[in-house]
């Protein structure tokens, strides 16, 4: 019996079983079973820290840990338990807070449901809603129709598209006040246009599965 914890290590199995006639080894075997526990060992630990209300010892899984700005609140600690730096490069700004994170798994959820239909998408949210979003022919006309949807809302707001950030687009959007701006990438030009508020947080997403625990 062998236990796949997640999607990517269908492809390693398929090649084992490939390669070996239809069989796993005792050791191929309790590699996957520990990448498994691994998974399911942080929702107990999850569990037992809600169950104790901090009487007892914070239990969590082995793995990096992300100090993040603040937690829910300013005056909150917060971290993330994952490959943060794995998930998102980030290539200006700020540290991310918790609520940073909140915003953007929304963000993800949603650019991944646009992704599916034909055209360019861009959504802007902000406190894990949507202001605006938009399918278009082009990355510029996408933004300009996410932006018109609720522009007073935008303000603040997190951005993110699974197109690339040419100049012309960032010129678009650099007048906007928002927090962070999420994109499979950016030409030099638009990175030189949105690095000049120091602050803004500018994300390319990382070879890791997102899995966001924070």
């Known amino acids: 019996m ?3 914890p997640a ?3 269908y492809a390693e199995l398929l090649r084992l079983l490939k390669d070996q006639d239809g069989g796993t080894t005792l050791v191929q075997r309790k590699s996957f079973a520990s990448s498994a526990f691994a998974v399911s060992s942080r929702y107990d630990g999850a569990i037992y820290n809600w169950f104790s209300e901090g009487r007892g010892d914070l239990r ?8 993040l700005r603040y937690g829910e609140n300013p005056h909150q600690g917060g971290a993330f338990h994952g490959d943060l730096a794995g998930m998102f ?10 609520n940073n994170l909140l915003d953007l798994d929304a963000a993800v959820e949603l650019i991944d449901d646009l992704s599916t239909l034909p055209g360019v998408p861009f959504a802007i949210l902000k406190h894990n809603n949507a202001c605006g979003a938009a399918i278009r022919a082009t990355l510029k006309e996408a933004w300009d129709a996410a932006l018109a949807a609720d522009p007073v809302s935008a303000f603040g707001g997190v951005l993110i598209t699974n197109a690339r950030i040419d100049k012309a687009t960032a010129e678009a959007i650099d007048p906007l006040f928002f927090e962070i701006i999420a994109a499979s990438g950016f030409d030099a030009d638009a990175l030189d246009v949105l690095r000049k508020k120091k602050n803004r947080m500018i994300l390319e997403p990382g070879a890791s599965p997102r899995s966001v625990q924070a």
């Open 7 to 9: 999607k990517e290590h």
């Open 60 to 67: 969590l899984s082995a793995g990096p840990t992300t100090v």
């Open 89 to 98: 490069t980030q290539l200006n700004g700020k540290e991310l807070s918790y």
């Open 2 to 4: 062998v236990i796949i």
